[in-house]
């Protein structure tokens, strides 16, 4: 059985007698599933799903899998505000450790089929932080040639098929839109079709539906909603378009979506079962064996590593860098976004990146497109370095901050925007931090201190962080000892005490801001995550910034920002920490998986500027401002900016 309290050692024998190598049981030739589509990049739905459900279920592996999980979460600081969440978070409740048990007692058919339920659960959590990924069957990615979006029209709101769903799903090739022109569908005549139902609903409350049960990703229901919709962002260092929820789901178990709609140029309503066509994103096969063995089946970057005997610990030579990022599963889910929507104003200096800079006509306002706080961490300092200098030359007065599709990145990048727009006078740029003061946490936090363990390889080590008054602390100090006792929905939690995040900055911030910050917006689709939320909060919180939010539900309520922890592990990142310390023999330690799966959590709390015994992530903090979507803005950043412009200064 399963180990499903927080802190009881591993379950004897769950690894006893493991004499088999995990690898699939292929039937004959002609009846693998899987070989069926080898070397496709597109492939029917039901193959697809076919080829994944083909693996039957292993209570091995399940029990090795729900003990990592289940220990994974012993890290998580949210866990005990999920027993009810306050509002407006409410949909975000559940217990747990209940839910954990009840995976564990249900009878699976196939390993996907548990798989597929531990995602489903994580993922209904809506902490893009706090996600269970099972590579094997996150290999697909369902795309429908008809991806829609929320625009006003005539003063009225509704769905639409995209406009410019021509030129965008043309983009993924003739093989993808051949498949449809061999079908005799005709796709094309979809384009800017207003959207009455899907699959027998309100439109709206299809979205809805999608946002309950499959975005996942943010606390609130009303950012999720707008993530169901396609929308432009940066995707890496290039401009592009998501499908969106609705068009781009992450597994490939439908075939069709029926949508009842009114083509553009007509006024009769009819009722179309638009295919689907999945996008395979996995590593080459050639069967099933070698699809499990390719996708599925551990390897060496399954786990994490002892740093100290893998010498890597001299090869170190600076901090190691916190992160807090979501993940869109899929590279399909960005495509580039069509040529006739990519701004055409030349961009300033510092624009190579993942920051696009413009000055808008007039010379009056700024651009910063902060497509994420990913990528190059000094680039994106020098970048802002030198786009406000040229917005200052050029006599700029007024800024504007694009964090459409922001899901986050390192953390001291948000701090460093922050400072470097506020001013270095400000002091610390971030906020208070917490982490969860667990057993084997203070184990590990102890056995770090007792080796001499640093900065530059683990991130328990006491110098990566600063006391209250920003003072590095000394590499003896135990900040789990006394732990502090923290009280939520009738449960005792134990954290560290509160600290700040030190930052290892190439560019000093200026000590006065650049600009009156009264002239300082932000706009955005209130998909800003983790480092996002983070800035984004700082910003509203310590200085009024105005925000204005595009799109979403009608009627609907919609924060400014979504999910906002302070930092996330990954699987093979904690497990590091555990084997850097050498704590992994502890009984409390979560077992290596067998499998690629990565169980990812919060591992760090941002304490609220406004209401330091409130997370910033429970918050809640509405946009000043909240503007729909039009065919004009939806997916054109440029005509966006400058009506953004005319609305948000005087």
């Known amino acids: 059985m399963i180990v499903l309290s927080k802190h009881v050692a591993l379950v004897a024998g769950v690894f006893s007698s493991l004499a088999f190598t995990v690898t699939a049981a292929p039937s004959t030739p002609q009846a693998d599933p899987c070989a069926k589509f080898a070397g496709q990049t597109f492939v029917v739905p039901s193959d697809a799903l076919a080829c994944l459900k083909s693996f039957p279920f292993n209570e091995t592996l399940r029990q090795n899998v729900l003990n990592n999980v289940a220990r994974v979460f012993d890290f998580f600081t949210f866990e005990d505000f999920y027993l009810k969440s306050p509002p407006p978070f409410q949909e975000s409740t559940t217990n747990i450790r209940a839910d954990l048990a009840k995976i564990n007692s249900t009878k699976f058919a196939t390993d996907y089929d548990f798989n597929r339920a531990l995602y489903d659960f994580t993922t209904q959590l809506n902490d893009g932080h706090t996600r269970f990924f099972p590579n094997c069957y996150n290999t697909f990615q369902n795309l429908l040639p008809a991806p829609v979006v929320t625009l006003e029209e005539n ?36 384009a800017g079709a207003k959207v009455l139902e899907i699959e027998g609903m309100d439109a709206y409350a299809w979205a809805d539906h999608i946002a309950s049960t499959q975005s996942g990703n943010y606390l609130d229901h009303g950012v999720r909603v707008n993530s169901v919709f396609s929308s432009y962002r940066i995707s890496g260092t290039d401009f592009s378009q998501r499908f969106g929820d609705i068009a781009g789901p992450a597994f490939p178990d439908q075939n069709f979506l029926t949508m009842t709609l009114i083509p553009v140029n007509s006024t009769k309503a009819e009722t179309v079962k638009v295919p689907y066509l999945a996008d395979y994103l996995g590593l080459p096969f050639t069967d099933q064996a070698s699809f499990w063995e390719a996708n599925c089946a551990a390897n060496d970057e399954t786990n994490g590593v002892d740093l100290k005997s893998a010498g890597l610990e001299a090869a170190r030579a600076t901090r190691k860098l916190a992160r807090a990022v979501i993940v869109d599963k899929g590279p399909a889910s960005g495509v580039g976004l069509p040529g006739p929507f990519v701004p055409t104003l030349p ?66 990048l948000g701090f460093f925007l922050h400072q470097f727009l506020a001013g270095a006078q400000i002091g610390y ?40 008054n920003d ?180």
């Open 429 to 468: 740029p971030g906020f208070q931090s917490t982490s969860r003061a667990n057993p084997l946490a203070q184990k590990i936090l102890q056995a770090d201190i007792a080796q001499g363990l640093t900065d530059q390889i683990t991130f328990y080590s006491p110098d990566n962080w600063a006391f209250l």
């Open 347 to 412: 961009q300033t200096a510092g624009s190579t990146g993942v920051i696009k800079s413009y000055i808008l006509p007039g010379n009056k306002t700024g651009v910063m497109f902060v497509g994420s706080f990913e990528g190059d961490f000094v680039q994106f300092q020098t970048d802002t370095q030198a786009a406000i200098a040229e917005f200052k030359s050029a006599g700029v007065t007024r800024l504007i901050l694009d964090l459409t599709n922001n899901g986050g990145g390192f953390v001291c």
């Open 155 to 190: 003063g009225v709101q509704n769905v639409f098929v995209a406009p410019d769903s021509v030129e965008f799903v043309s983009l993924l090739g003739s093989e993808f839109t051949g498949f449809f022109d061999k079908l005799g569908f005709d796709w094309q005549r979809l």
């Open 471 to 650: 003072t590095e602390m000394p590499l003896n100090f135990d900040y789990n000892d006394p732990s502090v006792p923290f009280k939520i929905n009738g449960v005792t939690d134990q954290n560290s005490i509160r600290f700040h995040d030190i930052c290892p900055l190439s560019v000093q911030p200026p000590e006065e801001p650049p600009f009156d910050l009264k002239n300082v917006a932000i706009v955005g689709n209130a998909n800003c995550a983790s480092t996002c939320a983070m800035f984004s909060t700082l910003m509203f919180e310590r200085h009024q910034t105005k925000v204005a939010i595009f799109g979403g539900k009608p009627g609907l309520q919609m924060e400014y920002k979504g999910m906002a922890g302070n930092q996330v592990l990954e699987w093979t990142d904690l497990d590091t920490e555990i084997k850097t310390a050498g704590v992994k023999d502890d009984p409390l330690a979560p077992p290596d998986l067998l499998v690629q799966v990565n169980m990812r959590h919060n591992w760090r709390t941002a304490w609220s500027f406004l209401d330091e015994n409130v997370p910033i992530a429970y918050k809640s903090e509405l946009p000043q401002l909240r503007f729909p979507y039009t065919s004009d803005t939806y997916n054109n950043p440029q005509n966006l900016w400058i009506f953004a412009e005319s609305k948000l200064f005087d």
